[in-house]
């Protein structure tokens, strides 16, 4: 009983902070609000969540699980790399579409190499794993040369990053821009893995790849 009821407080303060990112914007919500807004002691909000940040990062969780469980239910009946890509980025975007308000305060909150929230950080490499998984499951099934299988999905999470980092700044009705981007995008990248196959291509793709393995911490 005990437990359920930390998991709801725990809940309502997320669900409370998410609220008022939404209304009031991320800068101007403090934690001392969120506790008084969401009816609880200011030492709970902080039991849960040590801070804004932590709370981010739940958000930037719980959108990769809801990217995951839409994409999958698509990727199910999607052949091609170019379709299963595209259905994967719009789940994410999907997921996302109700936090783009505070999409600037959160790229701003996740830029400092030593944040939370920061996607490349070592605080977020569950979260950053379990999306990358989702390219996996993209990637599995295809027609992908074998020497760039094991290392694709990264790649396209990455540019997905990308696309994401475009949506935060996209004021079109909507978003409607970043949804084009996507559907021109996840074609071309279907093409361009299938011309890594030919010979004047592969030795391009493998100094790519040998020159991210050499970046990489």
Request: glycine share 8%.
């Amino acid at each position: 009983m005990v437990g359920n009821k930390s998991a709801q407080t725990r809940a309502l303060v997320l669900e409370t902070a998410l609220a008022m990112f939404r209304s009031k914007g991320y800068a101007k919500t403090t934690m001392r609000a969120i506790a008084v807004e969401a009816g609880v002691s200011l030492g709970s909000a902080y039991y849960y969540f040590a801070s804004k940040d932590e709370l981010v990062l739940e958000l930037y969780r719980e959108s990769v699980t809801e990217q995951r469980a839409a994409a999958s239910k698509v990727l199910a009946t999607t052949n091609g790399l170019a379709g299963r890509l595209g259905a994967a980025m719009h789940a994410g975007l999907d997921a996302l579409a109700p936090y783009h308000g505070f999409g600037g305060a959160f790229i701003g909150s996740a830029l400092p190499p030593q944040s939370a929230v920061n996607p490349f950080g070592e605080a977020s490499r569950e979260v950053r794993e379990s999306a990358v998984e989702i390219f996996t499951e993209v990637v599995a099934g295809t027609k992908v040369p074998p020497f760039l299988r094991t290392q694709l999905p990264e790649l396209l999470w990455l540019a997905y990053m990308g696309i994401v980092l475009f949506w935060v700044y996209d004021r079109s009705e909507g978003q409607r821009r970043t949804r084009t981007l996507v559907d021109g995008a996840a074609p071309l990248i279907g093409k361009l893995v299938s011309l890594s196959r030919l010979p004047v291509v592969k030795p391009l793709v493998e100094e790519a790849l040998a020159l991210k393995s050499r970046v990489q911490p």
